[in-house]
């Protein structure tokens, strides 16, 4: 039979005889649910949370449809069919809400007891839901069926949902009292979502029910507003997923916005009225799909960059911590040797093991020098990798920098003259007095004085001293070998030396310079280098703030 | 040893495996009873004349600005469509209750319940004090 008083719909759903809020209500939010169960069911099809979830979906997803076609479609037979599963639905709502909160608390599926409970709930709703005692008959005028529903039926499957509340909030309070401090946020932001959608879904459709039955509405449409529970529930697992990772689903934030988006102005298309209104969304949605795509795509990559970087940081911390360790053993062990061989030495020199030959001395001497050489090389090396791991402690004091560089120019004037290299110093008149440590700024003042001895073979070497900007400016400047502009990239890095280094200083470690940085950078300060190029001598310059 | 195993897993899944099939044969019924059967009432509003009967008074539109009269008819679908068709417009046999209806019942007004009920001159409404007898035609005495 039809209801006569109302017209057919066309394309199966679209009535003009309906409530505008029915399609707002019902579209967007059988969208967002069926795209959210769908999505987590895909991405982790084995786990019984995920399979849950999408029931749920799937679930509330028949419930709204076929609440549309019994306010849209006119053929009782129809409506009939469909009307008999209205408490049947609502019941395995309530049911599976609750084994959904079991397994998301428990991660594990419940005990065979808890599913007869379940099963012997359900059972009244499952072999009653096609008989008479269900549903009798139906009204053409009104072209509905409330007149003829069972009113215990439908109390009792309401009900379930009213115990599901129940049930659920328990198990959430139980299981929040013993939970870590990240898992009870989890629990907070499922209880409040999942409750939420229970309350508005079944709160909205028992209230729309009993008032239509009652004769103070004229029509159901009050449960309409209940579906937006819906949308919150799926809101709140939107944020447990991107925060927490729930479900196994890395979802980004972005991924869901545009999503959600992209759903929202999709449903507008099936109200509105206009065939403008219509174009104009429809070109909004399509522009939406394909910027978001291409959104995600972008951040996606991004991401995935991050993390590659991220895991390879990783790995290189633990490679660079291995290698240190190595370090610090070989080191210590050839420091070891060293300093034995140089005490065989030393005796020989002092007689310890009698007298020997002017030649046996002469090798001696030779031998206990490379001894020190070597452990001067290494004790750079351990310093560096200490200074690295932020094992050296400075001992920060009131000094005065000038005093440092005069005693280091004092100390070094004999080699360097004897090399017959000039040495002078530019030391301009002024308070030089700074907070560092003293130990470590004369060893920046040394290498980098050394270091122009070792590469100047003639000329002269300056020492300049002088304050600019209220800052220490300390220089050292040579006729040496220069630098050219690719040497200066590697300067200053661990190792990094030039590429005619080695020929000057066969002891070149490429450690000196990277020391210098590594203190002056400790203190505040920089350290840079100038030099117009190769044989044209070169200038290293040090900047310390007078306080740190 | 399968056999063991196929057990095994009923058991694990086995509330699934009892809801699904559960609700296909729910699902199997429902369609059977209404679709195939027709196995339901159906009520409507049948004519009234208001000279002769106790009829409900309605409007044909929010305001009220027309008025029609009517009676509750609730009959079996398979008679009614039977009788009518498909639709029970302008179908005379859908008023009445026909011996061979299976379950037909018309309910006429009763101001005794707050019905709003049209007088015998049919143009005004009103709530008499005044009980009325229900009067039904209830072939096979069974009242919706």
Not at chain 1, 50 to 77: G, K
Not at chain 1, 202 to 226: H, R, V, W
Not at chain 1, 261 to 289: D, H, M, P, Y
Not at chain 2, 98 to 120: H, M, Q, R
């Amino acid at each position: 039979m039809i209801c006569y008083l109302f017209p057919a719909p066309t394309y199966f759903f679209f009535s003009p005889d309906v409530p505008a809020i029915l399609y707002y209500a019902q579209i967007p939010a059988t969208l967002i649910a069926l795209l959210m169960g769908f999505y987590i069911f895909w991405n982790g099809k084995h786990l019984l949370l995920n399979r849950l979830l999408f029931s749920i979906s799937v679930l509330f997803s028949l419930w709204t449809i076929t609440t549309l076609i019994a306010w849209t479609n006119i053929h009782s037979d129809f409506i009939m069919f469909i009307w008999s599963f209205f408490s049947l639905i609502l019941g395995l709502i309530s049911i599976f809400c609750t084994y959904f909160i079991y397994v998301f608390l428990e991660k594990k599926s419940v005990s065979a007891r808890i599913k007869t409970i379940f099963l012997i709930l359900l059972a009244p709703l499952l072999f009653f839901a096609a008989t008479p005692f269900n549903l009798r008959g139906f009204n053409l005028t009104n072209c509905d069926a409330f007149d003829f529903e069972s009113t215990v039926f439908k109390t009792y499957g309401t009900s379930l949902g009213l115990l599901a509340m129940v049930w659920i909030l328990v198990l959430l309070i139980r299981k929040y009292r013993i939970a870590n401090a990240d898992f009870k946020k989890q629990i907070v932001l499922m209880g409040i979502g999942i409750e939420l959608f229970l309350f508005s879904f079944f709160g909205m459709e028992f209230l729309a029910t009993y008032l239509t039955k009652i004769g103070l509405l004229p029509d159901s449409q009050l449960e309409l507003y209940g579906l937006f529970g819906m949308v919150i529930f799926m809101i709140y697992i939107i944020i447990l997923i991107v925060k927490f990772g729930a479900f196994n689903i890395k979802l980004l934030a972005t991924q869901a916005l545009v999503w959600g988006l992209v759903a929202l102005i999709g449903s507008e298309f099936f109200f509105a009225k206009s065939r403008t209104t219509q174009a104009l969304i429809g070109i909004t949605f399509a522009a939406s799909l394909v910027v978001g795509y291409y959104l995600i795509k972008s951040v996606k990559k991004e991401i995935e960059q991050k993390e590659i970087m991220l895991k390879l940081n990783i790995e290189l911390k633990q490679s660079i911590k291995q290698r240190e360790s190595l370090v610090h053993l070989i080191t210590h062990k050839v420091k070891g040797s060293f300093t034995r061989t140089k005490f065989l030495f030393a005796g020989m020199l002092d007689g310890t093991f009698g007298e020997i030959s002017p030649e046996i001395k002469k090798r001696a001497k030779q031998g206990f020098d490379f001894d020190e050489g070597g452990i001067k090389t290494v004790d750079l090396v351990l310093n560096v990798s200490n200074m690295q791991n932020g094992l050296i402690k400075y001992n920060m004091k009131n000094l005065d920098f000038k005093e440092l560089v005069e005693q280091t120019i004092s100390e070094k004037r004999i080699p360097i003259e004897e090399k017959g290299l000039k040495l002078e110093a530019e030391v301009k008149p002024e308070n030089y007095s700074m907070v560092g440590d003293p130990i470590w700024l004369k060893e920046v003042v040394n290498n980098l004085i050394e270091n122009s001895f070792k590469y100047t073979k003639e000329g002269k070497i300056t020492v300049g001293l002088e304050k600019k900007d209220n800052k220490i400016l300390f220089s050292v400047k040579d006729t040496g070998v220069g630098i050219t502009e690719e040497d200066k990239q590697n300067l200053f890095k661990e190792g990094g030396r030039g590429a005619k280094s080695v020929e000057i200083n066969v002891d070149s470690t490429g450690y000196g310079l990277f020391t210098v940085k590594l203190i002056v950078e400790a203190h505040k300060g920089k350290v840079w280098v100038d030099s117009e190029g190769e044989g044209k001598g070169s200038q290293f310059y040090v900047e310390l703030p007078t306080t740190i | 040893m399968e056999i063991k195993k196929i057990s095994g897993h009923f058991r694990e899944h086995f509330f699934f495996y009892t809801l699904a099939p559960i609700v296909i044969v729910v699902g199997v019924f429902s369609f059977y009873r209404f679709m195939v059967n027709h196995d339901y009432l159906v009520s409507y509003e049948g004519s009234c004349g208001p000279s002769a009967e106790k009829c409900f008074l309605g409007c044909e539109d929010d305001a009220c600005t027309t008025e029609y009269y009517y009676t509750k008819i609730v009959k079996y679908e398979p008679d009614v469509y039977k009788e009518c068709g498909p639709d029970i417009t302008d179908c005379e046999a859908a008023n009445t209750c026909l011996p061979e209806d299976k379950e037909c019942s018309i309910t006429y007004c009763n101001p005794e319940t707050s019905d709003t009920c049209a007088t015998t001159q049919g143009n005004e409404q009103t709530k008499p004090t005044e009980a009325e007898p229900l009067q039904t035609n209830d072939i096979n005495n069974s009242n919706i």
